[in-house]
């Protein structure tokens, strides 16, 4: 079975832009999860979207938006960009919503905001 | 009290010895523990998940739930350089399918050869 997806790997904005990930989840999991990444402040949740609606939020600004598609496919979006919006993001792809089950990790986008 | 506590390290333990990490959570009525490994520059990989009080092993991968004093543990029996990575912990802190995991901010370990 394929495992979590993420595209693009890398990605170079320039702040102000705007910027849109992808993520394609294991087969059959109807939950994608979000998270940053960062070296001081560890993995923080974004959002989480279950059978195409978001169930949690993270603390984040309503720069940070996200979706999921009929296939489970999710995408999340920043507009705006600032520095400190660069980080590794991740999406984690489970069965059922929440923190019940297992959450598998894809392989992350790493955003470098200039 | 953060609701994920664990201890940043490093840790340093010699190989072929037992890796001891710790993470203790803040809600009683989590249910559901994981332990994730991530080395540097990639993204987090299961080691196993853990839901009732006790021990659960897997190969050299032993992890230790303890309710009752809110801590999960794991350890690693023979430790190789190769475990060498930052281990997170992660609880679902209310014990429901309406709330995310937290996760811990990770303790970096090294084996040293």
Known sequence: KAGVTQTPRYLIKTRGQQVTLSCSPISGH??????????????????????????????????????????????????????GDSALYLCASSLGPGGTDTQYFGPGTRLTVL | QKEVEQNSGPLSV???????????????????????????????ELIMSIYSNGDKEDG????????????????????????????????????SGNTPLVFGKGTRLSVIA
């Open chain 1, 30 to 83: 109807r939950s994608v999860s979000w998270y940053q990444q960062t070296p001081g402040q560890g993995l923080q949740f974004l959002f989480e979207y279950f059978s195409e609606t978001q169930r949690n939020k993270g603390n984040f600004p309503g720069r940070f938006s996200g979706r999921q598609f009929s296939n489970s496919r999710s995408e999340m979006n920043v507009s705006t960009l600032e520095l």
């Open chain 2, 60 to 95: 050299r991968f032993t992890a230790q739930l303890n309710k009752a004093s809110q801590y999960v543990s794991l350890l690693i029996r023979d430790s190789q350089p190769s475990d060498s990575a930052t281990y997170l912990c992660a609880v679902n802190l209310r014990g």
């Open chain 2, 14 to 44: 010699p190989e072929g010895a037992i890796a001891s990490l710790n993470c203790t959570y803040s809600d009683r009525v989590s249910q559901s523990f994981f332990w994730y490994r991530q080395y540097s520059g990639k993204s987090p």
